[in-house]
């Protein structure tokens, strides 16, 4: 019994550690009052994704892919049990890059917020917001 | 509660989901082994990630990148003020006596002098290690980075990369000087310019693609007039593109720091 825990445990570690990651990001966006905390949370969400999408693209036994092309002509015969999969990192380069430059509006924006209601709480936004009205 | 929720529905599917590494994972029988197999053929390309990133997947890229532009300029136009308000206090050291002098408001110095520097208010005493160490090392780094985009298709690298590295050599220069003399070098104009140039590169020789009587992207099109193979003709369309997305990524990394520093007012930041 133990045993078959322990096993499950270990055999599924990358979507544990994922989802673990996720929920401590979920949790900064809905519980935390701070606007910079929720952010921070965004990005801990982000890094799950990330995570999540590059352990899927990990195969038992293979390498990195890149083809060795000083041994191997055109004609080589290449077998794609030989090279982890690709696609789940060419999305992620992308989503990184982007998550920052999407960060930098986030920050932006705060700053913005700041400037405006001079606090980042938001249960001391909300009251000046209905005053504005 | 809500999260603990959501955490007790993602664990539950988890126990569906295929194990660490599993080659018959439905990620990994699709479109991947197809990806993999041909790769070298289609585009003589020996990075695998560099040529799905660019040519099989060209259009996600394109606008990926368009993204990174909009966001650059979605954090100009949030925070960059053109009003220029007279400081309180300007700082100015005397460059061959190490004296520092202090301008109250409203007094008159004169700008152009070569023997004075404007410092920042934040930060006065010397720092000649770290200027010196960044002096020698950002060159490292910047010949770095554009090895990093030319060699994209050989080894680990490509646009992306390359060009975050670029951008950081650019905000070290900004952060180990002063926000004022990394302006001076790398203007504001000049930045946005470079910004709008990478994504025009891309949407470029895409389009030169489509008057080549191909498809938008299809690299191959400059077989016709470069006297290539179609393989590597699409490796060169490659290596275009990813200039183009360097470019683009560098730029906008200098724009959110720029802005975000000096919180849009470009005149002192960190």
């Known amino acids: 019994m133990a045993d078959g ?32 905390k929720k952010i921070i949370g965004l990005s801990i969400l982000q890094t799950a994704v990330i995570l999540f999408f590059v352990s899927i693209g990990a195969k038992r036994d293979a390498t990195i892919p890149i083809i060795d092309h000083t041994n191997a002509s055109a004609h080589t015969e290449i077998s794609a049990t030989n090279f982890i999969n690709p696609l789940p990192h060419v999305l992620m380069l992308t989503a990184i890059v982007v998550a920052v430059a999407t960060l930098g509006v986030a920050l932006s924006m705060v700053i913005k917020i700041y400037r405006e209601y001079n606090t980042l709480e938001e249960d001391e936004i909300l009251p000046q917001l209905r005053e504005d009205k | 509660m809500l999260a603990i929720f959501l955490g007790g529905l993602l664990i539950y599917c988890s126990f569906e989901f295929p194990l660490w590494g599993d080659p018959h994972a439905p990620a990994s029988t699709h479109v991947s082994p197809y990806y993999i197999e041909n790769t070298l053929k289609d585009t003589s390309v020996p990075n695998i990630v560099t040529a799905v990133l660019a040519d099989y997947r060209g259009y996600d890229t394109l606008f990926e990148t368009v993204v990174i532009f909009t966001a650059g300029i979605a954090c100009i136009f949030l925070l960059r003020t053109y009003k220029t308000v007279e400081p309180d206090i300007r700082l100015y050291r005397h460059i061959p006596t190490g004296i520092t002098l202090r301008i109250e408001k409203g007094g008159k110095f004169p700008e152009g002098s070569r023997h004075f520097e404007r410092l920042d208010t934040a930060w006065v005493p010397y720092d000649l290690i770290v200027k010196t160490t960044c002096r020698l090392v950002i060159p490292f780094i910047q010949i770095f980075a554009l090895y990093v985009i030319a060699h994209g298709h050989y080894s680990p690298g490509g ?9 950081a050599s650019l905000v070290l220069f900004a952060i180990a000087f002063n926000l004022r003399s990394a302006i001076r070098r790398m203007g504001e104009r000049l930045i946005m310019l470079l910004a709008a140039l990478g ?13 080549l009587d191909k498809n938008y992207l299809d690299y191959s099109a400059f077989a016709n007039i470069l006297a290539f193979d179609p393989a590597s003709a699409r490796s060169h369309g490659i290596l ?9 990524v560098m730029a906008v990394m200098v724009i959110l720091y720029y802005v975000l520093a000096s919180a849009g007012k470009h005149d002192e930041g960190l």
């Open chain 2, 199 to 211: 994504v025009c590169i891309y949407a470029g020789i895409g389009t030169l693609c489509m008057l």
């Open chain 1, 5 to 36: 825990v322990l096993e499950v445990l270990i055999s599924r570690i990358n979507y544990w550690v994922y989802i673990a990651l996720m929920m401590i990001g979920l949790y900064g966006i809905i519980i935390k009052n701070n606007i910079m």
């Open chain 2, 240 to 248: 275009m593109v990813e200039i183009g997305v360097g470019i683009v």
């Open chain 2, 159 to 167: 646009g992306f990369q390359g060009g975050v590295i670029m951008g």
